[in-house]
């Protein structure tokens, strides 16, 4: 940018100071020849600067010799004795800014062999009289010239020896970057590895039943892991050193994740969450689905924590594009609110709402800052609207590449009847959650489209009946309280009751009341509506299922002899058979020994780190005619890991704590059909 307008500032003066020669030879009587010809040269000049060619390398000493040939022009004719210093100056400061010395020499250079030729027309046409001013004129000239030429010499020079400073600065940074990566990688993968044992050995503890003290393990190493995973994004998000990692996800998977998420917060206030899903989002997308997760879930987190009464509304919607569609996601609280200052301070980072030593609210105030750096990486936007005691609504828009266009929840074609929404007005202490209910259950059945009408009270439900066909009644735990015998007796019969109820609730016995655990979003509904009676299980999109392995032969490869022990145990509950290796070449040896369908390779190990034993695997596989997928087991996750350990040669990626989602998305990618079983609850 510099350059640029330096050029257009130096060929604003030449063109100037053509004008001015390009009159003076007029009004002088000068060569008429010469005039059109500076004109068409200016013009040339400023033609190559608009087209950019040549180069601005080579453009630069066009400028110059365009400038030394006018200069020169305009030094040689009498009239011009006492003009040539200042004419010659102007040039030196002008082309200066150039940072070539090597134009000042030959300006200064020219300007002594002008002022020779000046000498010599004066004392032939007797024009100049050599008096004491006149020759105390000359000196001066001279003397300022001289002075001048100094002058531009010493300024180059030290823009140059600032240019050598800032260039050298600019690889001391390089370096400290480049240290700052080996130190959050060296640290992802101290910090990772014991909260990886501890949540792993929790979850075996959990399993064996030892008691709700091995849940509290766990969820304190999940509290714990997710910090370090802000700290490392936060860092990431000031150096502006987010690399993205684009794959095909499911959408709906992003509101699962926020309905699991809620599921794991200790909701000791009662809050209700509530999910308005579009159902014309597309069902497959592609994107970086993992920053996508922490996206939602700080928004969520941020909002659980600021709210003390009333709920959380969360939509999620698309806008269709050239490029695919801009999914819009809103989160709105009913919470404390934050003014136009808190908002502004947000995007600066490391902002806490209540920042005293006993504050009510936790965190470490890193969660919006993070959004914030992830949506502009992804080329989207966050605008957050809020009011003091009046919640906070944060709407977060990111573009993203279309895979499937079919909606993401639809109805069967054999739907039929219509559907009443029962909710007591005076259900909610804080009123916008009424809203949010409403709201929701407006926009899924415009969604869907279909017939759905409002019933405040019995009354209402039988009046509706006598109207419409009544094929399905949804409802609070309250609702279904309050009046228990009438629902039960209703779902006998022809009428689908289903009830949003919290993880402790179960109908009376006998009843046909399907049960939809809350947080309440749009899956569960639809599943009803499809398959009424039979829809089972409603909790989750994915059913609770799990994919399995049989047969898998597995070697995992860690240094550490209790992230072998999780790891261990957690791949077992996929049916594959497990092998260990503590070292590099005690997997390379066993490899070779053995007859193995995939390998797990920890990154950081002694003497042979998992990159090299990962390539030295393959050359064995290769050297025996067999096939061999290596996955990266590794506590190293700073942004562009993924990808590094890609291009090195790994098959797939699996982040140390072990996350049962990544874990099985990944080998469902990589695996042959042949080796994929079934499903387990």
């Known amino acids: 940018m510099n350059q640029t307008k330096n050029e257009k500032y130096i060929l604003l003066l030449v063109s100037l100071a053509c004008v001015g020669v390009v009159l003076e030879s007029y009004l002088l009587g000068w060569e008429f020849w010469v005039p059109p010809l500076i004109l068409v040269g200016g013009l040339t000049l400023w033609a190559m600067q608009l087209l950019d060619r040549p180069n601005y390398a080579l453009r630069k000493y066009f400028f110059m010799l365009f400038a030394v040939l006018t200069v020169f022009f305009h030094g040689v004719h009498g009239t011009s004795f006492f003009d040539v210093s200042i004419v010659s100056i102007l040039a030196m400061v002008a082309f200066s800014m150039l940072g070539q010395a090597g134009m000042i020499h030959l300006f200064y250079a020219e300007f002594y062999i002008v002022l020779a030729i000046q000498f010599v027309l004066a004392f032939k046409e007797k024009s100049v009289v050599f008096d004491s001013l006149n020759t105390s004129r000359i000196i001066l000239h001279i003397v300022i010239e001289t002075l001048i030429y100094f002058t531009c010499l010493r300024i180059i020079a030290n823009r140059r020896e600032l240019s050598d400073a800032v260039e050298e600065n600019d690889e001391k940074l390089e370096a400290v970057d480049a240290d700052m990566e080996d130190f959050l990688s060296n640290i992802s993968h101290e910090l990772r590895t014991p909260v990886n044992v501890v949540n792993g050995m929790s979850s075996l503890l959990i399993k064996r039943s030892v008691g709700y003290e091995a849940e509290a393990i766990k969820n304190a190493g999940i509290r714990l892991a997710y910090q370090i995973e802000d700290i490392q994004d936060y860092t990431e998000c000031k150096r502006q050193k987010i690399m993205l990692e684009e794959e095909e996800y499911i959408s709906t998977s992003l509101i699962n994740d926020v309905v699991t998420c809620f599921r794991l917060i200790d909701n000791n206030k009662s809050l209700e969450l509530v999910v308005d899903l579009d159902p014309h989002v597309p069902l497959m997308m592609k994107g970086d689905i993992k920053k996508m997760h922490k996206i939602f879930r700080h928004l969520l987190e941020n909002a659980e924590k600021f709210t003390k ?30 003014d136009l200052r808190a908002i502004h301070s947000i995007s600066e980072g490391m902002y806490q709402a209540d920042k005293k030593r006993n504050r009510n609210s936790g965190g470490i105030g890193l969660g919006l800052f993070i959004v914030y750096g992830f949506v502009h990486r992804m080329g989207g936007f966050v605008k957050i609207e809020s009011e003091k005691k009046s919640g906070t609504t944060v709407r977060v828009t990111i573009p993203q590449k279309v895979t499937d266009p079919k909606p993401c929840l639809s109805l069967s074609g054999s739907f039929e009847g219509d559907i009443l929404f029962h909710v007591r007005p005076d259900k909610y202490k804080v009123p916008r959650v009424r ?26 439900i039988e009046r509706l009946q006598d109207k419409l066909d009544v094929t399905y009644i949804f409802m609070g735990q309250e609702e279904y309280e309050e009046n228990s015998e009438y629902f039960d007796e209703l779902s006998k019969g022809d009428i689908v009751v289903a009830v949003s109820a919290a993880a402790d609730f179960s109908p009376n016995p006998g009843s046909k009341v399907l049960v939809m655990p809350k947080p309440l979003y749009a899956y569960p509904v639809i599943k009803i509506l499809n398959e009424g009676r039979n829809a089972g299980c409603v909790e989750s999109y994915n059913n609770g299922e799990r994919p399995v392995f049989p047969g898998v032969k597995a070697l995992i490869v860690d240094d550490e002899p209790m992230n072998l022990v999780v790891a261990s145990g957690l791949f077992k509950d996929y049916q594959m058979e497990i092998d260990t290796a503590d070292s590099g070449r005690d997997a390379i040896i066993k490899y070779r020994a053995g007859d193995y369908d995939v390998v797990f390779m ?65 080998m469902l990618k990589l695996l042959p059909d042949s080796q994929k079983g079934g499903e387990q609850a």
């Open 309 to 338: 009464h009333g709920g959380i509304f969360v939509r999620m919607f698309s806008e269709p594009t050239d490029y695919g569609v801009n999914l819009c996601i809103e989160m709105t609280d009913t919470g404390i609110g934050m």
């Open 435 to 460: 809203d949010f209910y409403r709201v929701m259950a407006s926009n899924l059945a415009s969604g869907i489209r279909v017939p759905l009408y409002p019933a405040e009270s019995v009354k209402a």
């Open 602 to 666: 920890d990154h950081m190990m002694p003497e042979m780190d998992g990159v090299e034993a990962m390539k030295e695997i393959r050359k064995a596989a290769r050297e025996t005619g067999r096939d061999i997928i290596v996955i990266v087991l590794t506590a190293n996750v700073v942004s562009g890991a993924r990808e590094m350990f890609m291009r090195e040669g790994f098959d797939g990626f699996v982040a140390k704590p072990i996350h049962r989602g990544d874990f099985e998305r990944v």
